[in-house]
């Protein structure tokens, strides 16, 4: 139907057939900064998923080696029906049948999930990030450019919906990104975090961000590690925000690194502690008898920030953050044991930041090699876990029918070699096929 809508930053007019974005410069294969280039790249094979797979044909089938439902399950030689954007039966192969797509010795698994990104942290055209919004040639075509390729690599690397706390834009690209003008995962986001203040100045920001569309609540109980962690909030403050999000139906996810800041967000009804870097016993054990939720960041947010040393070292992080990041990588990993070991409930999350995004399956690969967590039980974190953390675990992260048809295909066998992950050669999401094995 002939329509017209106008999205505030990510500008995408949409008359009759015609999509037109403002943001659409990041041409599929092109980096940020490399010029003039082609509207972004559609689905593979949009027209057969939505042809075959959205009620106007036949389904979609799809087989591998082996299916991987993301609850712990696993069918061998199996198909996966698709039929529109949902799942409608999963089972092995029958005799003489012949699969819209055949992946071979393959695994197909839900797509993955990440709880925790940032995907308008990017490089400056200098390669640096510094405070690049006042930085010459910084154009908004450039941010735009930049953005949508985080967006792209992180759906090619299989991962269909992530979580961002969060961004005002997030809202715009997210329906760029539903709409079909452009390609990347779907976004579940904050907007921007709510600020400190008053306790009823807290509260109100709260009821304005619901007003506003926000999916869930982020606030900041402590500093950065960066900055040592250490809490930088009061318990009232605490109490207002995670009170105001529950009485309005929100999820509050906290940035708390150090034990007080961490206990104190437990006894305010917080949903979510993020990183905890810094969390002893105490922590942990408030942690679980509250059963929140539990995000640590192990693999792939600090190791970015030292691989990207020279990147970030003109920004705001002083040279003795570095030190605090890299003292940070063993503690957050013995954290992580210790949480693993009480039985917290840990969706996977990367906080991805620039230089992070597209790379977000390695944090599953050292919750499994450095944290000794088993293959499955990590998939199933990236999967029907992290979804069940959202609220949405009878839509997303689980392969069974009724669920949205989000499928990914790794080369071989992650229960086996949890690095297949990162393998990934196929991706569908809500029944269209976005990446194509070659």
């Not at 075959?52 to 799809?62: D, F, H, K, M, S």
């Not at 010795?105 to 999930?113: E, K, S, Y």
């Not at 606030?219 to 605490?238: C, H, P």
């Not at 959202?390 to 989000?406: K, R, S």
Request: with cysteine.
């Amino acid at each position: 139907m002939p329509h017209r809508s106008i999205v505030i930053g990510f500008v995408v007019v949409i008359a009759a057939t015609t999509f037109v974005a403002l943001a659409a410069q990041a041409g599929a294969g092109r980096g940020p900064g490399q010029g003039a280039a082609a509207p972004p790249a559609a689905p593979a094979d949009r027209a057969q998923a939505q042809g075959g797979g959205r009620g106007r044909g036949g389904p979609i089938t799809l087989h591998a080696a082996r299916v991987l439902d993301g609850k712990g399950r696993v069918v061998e030689n199996a198909v996966i029906t698709v039929q529109g954007s949902k799942i409608v039966s999963v089972g092995p192969m029958a005799a003489g049948q012949t699969p819209t797509y055949e992946l071979g010795d393959a695994t197909l698994m839900p797509g993955m999930i990440d709880v925790h990104v940032h995907l308008q942290w990017i490089f400056g055209p200098n390669g640096n990030y510094n405070n690049y919004p006042n930085q010459r040639d910084m154009t908004k075509a450039y941010q735009n450019d930049a953005v949508l390729e985080n967006a792209r690599v992180t759906l090619m690397a299989g991962f269909t919906t992530v979580q961002s706390p969060g961004w005002n834009e997030d809202k715009p690209l997210n329906a760029a990104i539903q709409a079909g003008v452009v390609n990347g995962p779907r976004i579940v986001t904050s907007l921007q975090p709510v600020s400190g203040g008053t306790p009823d100045a807290i509260r109100a920001s709260v009821r304005q961000h619901k007003a506003d569309g926000a999916d869930f609540i982020k606030f900041f109980a402590s500093g950065s590690i960066r900055q040592g962690g250490k809490m930088s909030t009061t318990q009232e403050q605490l109490d207002a925000v995670c009170g105001e999000a529950k009485a309005q139906g929100l999820r509050t996810l906290i940035h708390a690194h150090d034990p007080e800041s961490i206990i104190a967000s437990v006894k305010a009804g917080c949903t979510q502690i993020e990183h905890g870097v810094f969390a002893d016993d105490a922590a942990i054990k408030a942690m679980k008898d509250a059963n929140v939720w539990f995000d640590p960041n192990i693999g792939l947010v600090l190791q970015n920030y030292l691989e990207h040393h020279d990147e970030y070292l003109d920004s705001s992080i002083p040279p003795e953050g570095f030190a605090f990041m890299q003292a940070g990588i063993p503690l957050v990993t013995t954290v992580f044991k210790k949480a693993l070991a009480a039985g917290l409930r840990m969706p996977m999350g990367t906080d991805a930041v620039a230089g992070a995004h597209g790379h977000n399956a390695r944090e599953i690969i050292a919750r499994v090699k450095d944290g000794g967590q088993p293959a499955m039980d990590a998939i199933v974190g990236a999967t029907s876990l992290s979804a069940s953390s959202m609220n949405l675990g009878d839509t997303i992260g689980t392969i069974a029918p009724g669920f949205e048809a989000d499928i990914v295909a790794v080369r071989g066998d992650p229960t086996k070699d949890i690095s297949a992950v990162t393998r990934v050669l196929f991706v569908m999401k809500g029944g269209l096929v976005m990446k194509k094995a070659n």
